[in-house]
């Protein structure tokens, strides 16, 4: 069974930092574009970052480039989302996501797996 669990969620002041981190297993993910996107409340889901799985070829959504920083470790099949210098307007649940086919992503089309969110909130 494929599962993608994320971790690493929680309450954070304004101006700090988190790691999330997404285990993925059931398969083998070495083909696999991975990523992260958020979904704040009242608000839909949206993208935040995507790492191609071989090359390490990396995509951010504009409002948090130069601030969140995208990695994988394959040995692992885990991807990691460094995230720093936090505001409100990043709380939300973030949600791991992979897909096989069309390269790296910046939109949430033709995801094959999703996880089922880690909750960041960030208070000021």
């Known amino acids: 069974q494929v599962q993608l669990v994320e971790s690493g969620g929680g309450l954070v002041q304004a101006g700090g930092s988190l790691r999330l981190s997404c285990a993925a297993s059931g398969r083998t993910f070495s083909s696999y574009a991975m990523g992260w996107f958020r979904q704040a409340p009242g608000k839909e889901r949206e993208f935040v970052a995507a790492?191609?799985?071989?090359?390490?070829?990396?995509k951010y959504a504009d409002s948090v480039k130069g601030r969140f920083t995208i990695s994988r470790l394959g040995a692992k099949n885990t991807v990691y989302l460094q995230m720093n210098s936090l505001g409100s307007e990043d709380t939300a649940v973030y949600y791991c996501?992979?897909?096989?086919?069309?390269?790296?992503?910046?939109?949430?089309?033709?995801?094959?797996?999703w996880g089922k969110g880690t909750p960041v909130t960030v208070s000021s």
């Open positions: 790492i191609n799985w071989i090359g390490g070829i990396t």
């Open positions: 996501a992979a897909r096989s086919a069309g390269g790296i992503f910046g939109g949430d089309d033709g995801m094959d797996y």
